[in-house]
């Protein structure tokens, strides 16, 4: 069985995800560019204006793939702390603590562009409401991560003492997706169901795919770059980091 | 399917909604460009910390 799950170990290891995720990253770049070029076009210029909300609709084309991102990076944190925490795997902590900082920034972005939105469209920046306030939460639960990460010397310690912190936080992502239902919201619910057609014109609905797969493909990036980031940091006394300054190797 | 703004200025003020659409997506731009930013610049200040020290152990 050995021979199968080579590929495995080769890549679980930190100097070998280095290597490899090396060849991945110009396709991700090129991707996301690619992606968010062309969504971005579509979606300020091409696509039509709502009827009620105006041009202000066409901030959706931010708020929803963001927010989608920071509830997907929640997951991904979590599953990362899981595998940490059963498996002792290295490369689980540092994609953990690459996930953090990524997902944090994602959270602000939603709450901020929801704000933005919020003022011409229900006529303030904010409401403490079901779905907003738990997003809330979110960002606290992810800028928790990065400042326990901080609070411990032990970089063991620090690690499984994140895992659980990410994986008691997964009961909050449930509260997410379902606050607009469960909760009387200013927050319209969700306008992309797996099991419906979108509440939506296909010609706003389009632009709004391509973005969404476009900020799925810069969350891969960003997660690898930090990922990368962070194997460096922890191994710069090893030997593999030390031929790869001198050149001795390639990638 | 066609532009939806016949004009710059028409598309910059966005029927009045301008300063709404463009903070969001200005401030989306910057949290972009940062996120990127970030671990490139980590990653270049860890590789010069390992060559100053092998230059410094070298010299030894």
Not at chain 1, 91 to 115: C, K, R, W
Not at chain 1, 136 to 141: E, G, P
Not at chain 1, 145 to 168: I, K, N, P, T, W
């Amino acid at each position: 069985m050995a021979r199968r799950w080579e590929w495995f170990h080769r890549l679980g290891s930190p100097p070998g995800f280095y290597r490899a995720s090396g060849y991945w990253l110009p396709w991700l770049v090129v991707a996301a560019a690619l992606l968010l070029g062309v969504g971005l076009v579509w979606g300020l210029a091409y696509a039509p204006a709502d009827a009620r909300q105006g041009n202000s609709f066409r901030i959706i084309y931010i708020h929803v793939p963001v927010s989608f991102l920071a509830l997907a990076g929640y997951y991904v944190m979590a599953a990362a702390g899981a595998v940490h925490l059963i498996w002792r795997m290295k490369l689980a902590d540092m994609v953990m603590t690459a996930a953090a900082p990524l997902g944090a920034a994602l959270t602000f972005l939603a709450l901020f562009s929801g704000a933005v939105w919020g003022k011409p469209t229900w006529g303030t920046y904010w409401v403490w409401d079901a779905r907003i306030t738990s997003m809330l939460v979110l960002l606290f639960l992810y800028l928790g991560m990065v400042a326990l990460r901080q609070a411990f010397s032990s970089r063991e310690a620090a690690g499984r003492a994140c895992a659980v912190l990410a994986l008691v936080g997964t009961v909050n992502i449930p509260i997410i997706y379902k606050s607009v239902d469960w909760w009387y919201s200013l927050h319209q619910p969700a306008t992309i169901r797996l099991t419906s057609a979108p509440s939506m014109h296909p010609d706003m609905f389009k632009p709004l795919l391509v973005m969404i797969l476009a900020f799925y493909v810069f969350y891969a990036l960003v997660l690898i770059l930090n990922t990368r980031a962070e194997i460096l940091t922890r191994e710069r006394r090893s030997g593999w980091v030390l031929d790869l300054v001198a050149g001795r190797q390639q990638g | 399917m066609s532009p939806q703004f016949h004009s710059i200025t028409e598309f910059l003020t966005m029927g009045g909604h301008g300063t709404y659409v463009w903070s969001a997506y200005g401030m989306a731009l910057l949290v972009l460009v940062g996120l990127v930013a970030q671990p490139l610049r980590r990653r270049r200040a860890v590789l010069e910390a390992v060559r100053q020290a092998v230059a410094r152990e070298q010299k030894r």
